[in-house]
């Protein structure tokens, strides 16, 4: 039976990567969005908006199409599992199924005031998930490998990055790409390193600033691709190796053009290795034995910018716990970590966010402090990542001038069940660290954090309600949050001070499933 869904009725459309024929159709208009959804399969079907600095599905905000004339305003925190919000903010508007397609059609305010809701945002790149069933039915269940998460523009307006690095002829570019062969394992984090003086010429004699990296990913194997970290690197027999991040990429993250300001400075005299870490992700144990062939253009130029970019480690950059108090104890841990204003001696420009944990992590969050004319202490969270996920570790875009005598506290929160987790560097092990991208580069700003010019401030095991846990997202009060500010402007007042302890959502999970779209 032919569809009556009318995909001219909306201003905008994208097809998600990674999924058969996942569609988004969506029109803007006088505070509401209206939303169409469309996939390749039968039975129930989900969008989400993702936690914001992560984009995972811990943390989003959901609509799930289940059967009949029926959507559930759904939210899910820690633990990945959904739940109705008291408030059903999404209506119903159409839904059929066609020659195998399912199409849903939806309405919400962009603004609810609901604390189980996210803000729809019309500006600047938003974290999606989106999910659909994996048995054909509308049993809301565990949608296996039916799942993927991306960013959307919801003002219409296409990134154009990629074309503006393909396009300009005065830059050079490399590539480097894998060759792994895809593995009966469920996850595998592949490490492949780059001899940079045998792939750019004149590597040894010239200077060259790095402006920009694009995604390459096969086609035939992209669904197992879930993320690249790319690190420029010292050959492996200098005494004093050092590896710095300088792009991160996930689905749905757009190639990264740097600021007009800087570049990452090559030559022969620091780095001159290029490590390429891939995650891959083989859950549902298809394609096995197939060579992924993903990998990267990393576009570099002669004609050297202003300034040289440069990255800022905070928290615990060279995981110096791992030497005085290696072992993570059951629970919930707390540690800060200080910059303080005495390391912070000169102006700089803050482009850049990227924070980094293991498998334990549960929230990171860094406080940018400083001192106004009248001796008020300002505190600004920097991007704070609320549900951290291991698995979504994105770089998000800021734009802070770091002033003398600005600091910052790095807090990160683990969470361990059983306990005996390890500081280190394993992806088995743990680890607190943000990296800050800025400009102009200074040797001094490398490291800020604990046992580098900073400190560990705090150090204590959280009772399940301690405020330290608190995120308004998912309440259904307003609780107290000293560090980050509400989701919604006017859902919660300004100081935060309704509630004195967290009080998480006492919603009923509407049945027992377990349903993950990370």
């Known amino acids: 039976m032919p569809t009556t869904f009318d995909s001219s009725n909306y201003a905008h459309s994208l097809l998600i990567d990674n999924t058969p024929n996942y569609n988004l159709y969506w029109t803007v208009d006088s505070g509401t969005i209206r939303l169409a959804f469309s996939v390749e399969a039968t039975g129930w079907v989900g969008f989400g908006i993702a936690e914001p600095s992560s984009g995972s599905m811990k943390g989003s905000d959901l609509v799930v199409y289940t059967g009949e004339t029926a959507v559930s305003d759904m939210y899910v925190l820690h633990d990945n599992v959904p739940v109705h919000d008291i408030s059903q903010d999404w209506t119903f508007v159409n839904a059929e199924v066609s020659s195998g397609v399912t199409y849903v059609e939806v309405t919400r305010p962009l603004v609810t005031k609901d604390l189980q809701d996210r803000d729809i945002q019309t500006t600047g790149l938003s974290r999606i998930v989106v999910a659909w069933g994996a048995d054909g039915t509308y049993n809301l269940g565990y949608h296996g490998v039916n799942r993927q998460p991306f960013a959307v523009d919801f003002s219409g307006v296409s990134t154009s990055e990629r074309s503006q690095l393909r396009n300009d002829l005065s830059l050079l570019n490399v590539t480097f790409l894998n060759q792994f062969v895809i593995s009966a394992e469920h996850t595998v984090y592949e490490e492949v390193h780059f001899d ?47 590896q710095q991040v300088v792009y991160l990429w996930a689905a749905g993250q757009p190639p990264v053009l740097l ?33 992924d062939y993903s990998g990267i253009n990393m576009y570099y130029t002669t004609n050297l910018r202003q300034h040289d970019c440069g990255v800022m480690q905070l928290g615990d950059p060279v995981i110096f716990l791992s030497y005085i108090d290696p072992v993570l104890p059951a629970g ?84 361990n069940e059983h306990g005996g987790t390890r500081w280190g560097f394993a992806s088995s092990e743990e680890m607190c660290i943000h990296f800050l991208f800025y400009f102009p580069y200074t040797s001094d700003y490398n ?72």
């Open 332 to 415: 919930y841990f707390l540690n800060t970590f200080g910059c303080p204003g005495y390391c912070i001696d000169h102006a700089v420009t803050v482009f850049s966010s990227a924070y980094h944990m293991h498998s334990t992590g549960y929230r990171m969050y860094t406080e940018h402090l400083r001192t106004d004319s009248e001796g008020k202490e300002i505190v600004t969270p920097i991007n704070p990542v609320n549900f951290f996920d291991a698995k979504h570790q994105l770089s998000t875009f800021l734009n802070l001038d770091l002033l003398p005598g600005d600091s910052f506290r790095t807090t990160c929160i683990h969470y």
């Open 259 to 291: 600021p007009q300001e800087c570049g990452f400075m090559l030559n022969n005299g620091k780095f001159t290795r290029l490590l390429l870490q891939t995650h891959y992700d083989n859950e549902a144990m298809t394609n096995i034995g197939l060579i």
């Open 447 to 518: 490291y800020c954090g604990f046992s580098l010019c900073g400190n560990r401030d705090v150090s204590k095991e959280l009772s399940a309600d301690a405020p330290e846990l608190c995120v308004n997202f998912g309440n259904t009060q307003c609780c107290e949050d000293p560090f980050v500010q509400p989701e919604s402007p006017g859902t919660c007042p300004n100081d935060l001070s309704v509630a004195s302890t967290i009080v998480f959502s006492t919603v009923t999970v509407m049945t027992i499933f377990f349903v993950s779209f990370t």
């Open 196 to 242: 940079l003086t045998e792939l750019i010429p004149n590597l040894n004699t010239t200077e060259f600033h790095i402006v920009g990296f694009e995604d390459i990913i096969s086609a035939r194997t992209r669904s197992h691709v879930h993320h690249f970290v790319v690190y420029l690197e010292t050959n492996e027999t200098n005494p004093y190796y050092e």
